[in-house]
Nanobody
Framework: QVQLVESGGGLVQTGGSLRLSCTAS????????MGWFRQAPGQEREFVAT????????YYADSVKGRFTISRDNGKNTVYLQMNTLKPEDTAVYYC?????????????????WGQGTQVTVSS
């Protein structure tokens, strides 16, 4: 069982930056691949980024590639999402998710553990 708590969301202007954090409970954080997803009002939850269990591999949605960076610190049981050059279309609730195993998937249904979400709003 893994419990996840996100933080770091907020209101930022177009072109600004935010760093989201997601801290996990438990002693086996390094056994989980981690992912970030987002959901805008009236839209389905969409994949943003994923990182392998030791951080050696990452993958991004095309919409955020080159602007967002996912990273993790297994000593702190925390995964991060650095978001730069933010756009109004990045506005959403951002969720972190965990899946047992080395590599994460792009599909939300493959992640059994989820945080409560943190709101990111980008003003134009």
């Amino acid at each position: 069982q893994v419990q996840l708590v996100e933080s770091g969301g907020g209101l930022v202007q177009t072109g600004g930056s935010l760093r989201l954090s997601c801290t996990a409970s438990g002693r086996t954080f390094s056994s989980y691949a981690m992912g970030w997803f987002r959901q805008a009002p009236g839209q389905e939850r969409e994949f943003v980024a994923t990182i392998s269990w030791r951080g050696e591999s990452t993958y991004y949605a095309d919409s955020v590639k080159g602007r967002f960076t996912i990273s993790r610190d297994n000593g702190k049981n925390t995964v991060y999402l650095q978001m730069n050059t933010l756009k109004p279309e990045d506005t959403a609730v951002y969720y972190c998710a965990a899946a047992s195993g080395r590599f994460g998937d792009l599909t939300a249904s493959t992640y059994p553990y989820w945080g409560q979400g943190t709101q990111v709003t980008v003003s134009s």
